[in-house]
């Protein structure tokens, strides 16, 4: 099932939270929605539920409009809001047995499939106990096995690692690789590691507009930057550096490390080698600066990211 | 609509709100219509029902939006709400449920009286001189009257986020919509306009009932009020903004 959202905005008042934005997300497809807190990313995903109508633009998912069939879209949808609310006083598997009703399943095969879904979520030993009860990483597994109750075709989940510990996140990450497979999966998060660890495809979202939607590799690359940071043993001239062929600009980082940014398609780690060389320098370190996952966020979305 | 009726009735029996709820209302009930001495039928020298019927509905107006005040207000503000707004539910299937759930403890709360109109009606002397087409009334209307509680406390459960809010709005509504307009009715301002504004009002309706005459225009005043507040509450879910 595909999800398509053609331009669609949505106003708070006078406040714009989503605007005008379109994507296109097809069969099978699992996408990270990455932009800080604030950008619009659950917005999105709740007009994308059905849960708040868009002010303008559509959400059509597996063929079906949200506003005009609203129901066919919640049979075939899994959503897992932002901060995963949960009913505490149900049990675990109470709770999944009311959820699978509501999806209209009944009997063996509701039986069947609460039995399953425990099972892969890791649920078999919690699904005695109230929610309440639950640490947090095994809330988030029941928000998780909520949304997969019905096999649904679409997952939609809002932040589902927000507020993890690193064990934890690691486990939730990896079930969800794990039951995303044939099916179209759109998450938001604002951890790029979090993309990377799941899916290749990512669209950065801002100030309600998308900035960016591309796969991780190509963002990566776009945003490469030529600089190489060299260490000497002993400081020297800047003047020096910078007189190399194809050097842009030098900084001087730290006593006796520079910076040294080239012009593009440029390696100038072999010339920093050959100085070194002839001026009989000690050179201690050459490395080539990566751009950072975490750089490429901040490019995009020109806000300061939390580092996790 | 069952699945969520089912749901919050469970969560009725699971807490203590059903225990709490009927624990309340028989005691008051039965201490009032046995033991206190200035209602007691035992003193009374009339076998019939009175005592129940008239002072049911004030603990009515403190229980039901006891029982009521959690349904939307919680769910709103545990996010639940989301959870519940985007599962193949309509609003309508979500507000009956809930709506039915709190008018179902209603019920059970009444039936153990039924214990009432047996021993009166062996007390009395001779024995079944008691006037059943009245209690049959009275009770059809106690019943229509906790439904219009319930919708009153629903709706006012869905203005807010708060519990206690929800819970003020809902008694005072339904005191209002009891016996306010009675009060109002007394008024000389419009003295002209008195039994109009008596009938809007469900004291007017309800003695009614309790002759034992079912008067259709009774009943359907009762529906009609319960579907508008439930409309209402409708509209509220509907609007999403809250």
Not at chain 1, 205 to 232: H, M, P, Q
Request: aromatic share 10%; glycine share 8%; hydrophobic share 45%.
């Amino acid at each position: 099932m595909s999800l398509q959202i053609k331009g669609l905005t949505k106003l708070y008042d006078q406040q714009r939270a989503v605007n005008n934005i379109s994507v296109e997300i097809g069969k099978g497809e699992i996408v990270g929605f990455l932009g800080p807190n604030g950008a619009g990313k659950s917005t999105t995903m709740k007009i994308a539920t059905g849960y708040i109508p868009p002010t303008e633009g559509q959400v059509i998912v597996g063929g079906f409009d949200v506003v005009e069939t609203p129901m066919q879209v919640k049979m075939i949808t899994g959503y897992l809001p932002e901060h995963n609310p949960l009913y505490l006083d149900l049990f675990v598997h109470e709770y999944l047995y009311f959820v699978g009703k509501v999806y209209g399943w009944k009997g063996d095969r509701l039986k069947s499939r609460v039995g399953e879904v425990v099972e892969m979520c890791g649920l078999t030993r919690e699904q005695n106990k109230k929610i309440e009860a639950l640490s947090k990483g095994y809330r988030q597994r029941v928000g998780l096995a909520q949304a997969l109750i019905h096999d649904p075709a679409v997952l939609i989940l809002d932040e589902p690692t927000s507020g993890l510990d690193p064990n934890q996140l690691v486990e939730i990450r990896k079930l969800i690789s794990e039951v995303s497979k044939n099916k179209t999966v759109i998450f938001s998060t604002h951890i790029m590691q979090e993309v990377h660890a799941l899916c290749d495809r990512v669209v950065v979202i801002n100030k309600g507009e998308i900035v960016a939607d591309d796969s991780l590799e190509s963002l990566l690359k776009r945003n490469k930057t030529n600089s190489v940071v060299v260490e000497f043993s002993s400081p020297l001239s800047v003047a020096l550096l910078a007189s190399l062929p194809g050097v842009k600009d030098v900084q001087n980082t730290a006593s006796s490390t520079y910076r040294i940014i080239s012009e593009d398609h440029v390696d100038i780690r072999p010339e920093v080698f050959r100085l070194a060389a002839d001026r009989n320098l000690s050179l201690v370190g050459l490395k080539q600066e990566e751009s950072s996952l975490e750089s490429i966020f901040q490019s995009l979305t020109n806000e300061t990211v939390v580092q996790h | 609509m069952i699945q969520v009726l089912s749901k919050e009735f469970n969560s009725f029996l699971n807490s203590l709100i059903a225990y709490v709820v009927m624990g309340v209302f028989l005691t008051a009930v039965g201490l009032l219509v046995w033991v206190f001495p200035e209602t007691s039928v035992l003193d009374y020298g009339y076998a019939d029902m009175d005592t129940l019927f008239s002072f049911g509905p004030y603990i009515f107006i403190f229980l039901v939006p006891a029982i009521t005040m959690r349904s939307f207000a919680e769910e709103k503000k545990a996010g639940t709400m989301e959870l519940l707004m985007t599962k193949p539910l309509t609003d309508w299937d979500i507000l009956l449920g809930k709506f039915l759930a709190s008018f179902l403890l209603v019920l059970l709360a009444l039936v153990p009286t039924l214990i009432y109109y047996v021993s009166i009606y062996q007390l009395g002397n001779p024995v079944g001189n008691i006037d059943t087409a009245g209690v049959a009334g009275s009770y059809i209307g106690l019943t229509l009257l906790g439904s219009v509680f319930c919708a009153i406390g629903i709706l006012a459960s869905s203005l807010t986020r708060n519990q206690i809010v929800a819970f003020i709005v809902a008694a005072f509504l339904c005191f209002l919509f009891f016996s306010g307009f009675e009060s109002l009715a007394s008024l000389s301002v419009w003295s002209s306009y008195t039994l109009q504004i008596k009938q809007l009002g469900m004291l007017y309706h309800y003695d009614s009932l309790s002759k034992g005459l079912i008067d259709s225009r009774d009943v359907i005043y009762f529906l009609s009020v319960i579907f508008l507040l439930l409309s209402g509450t409708k509209l509220i879910l509907g609007s999403r903004q809250w």
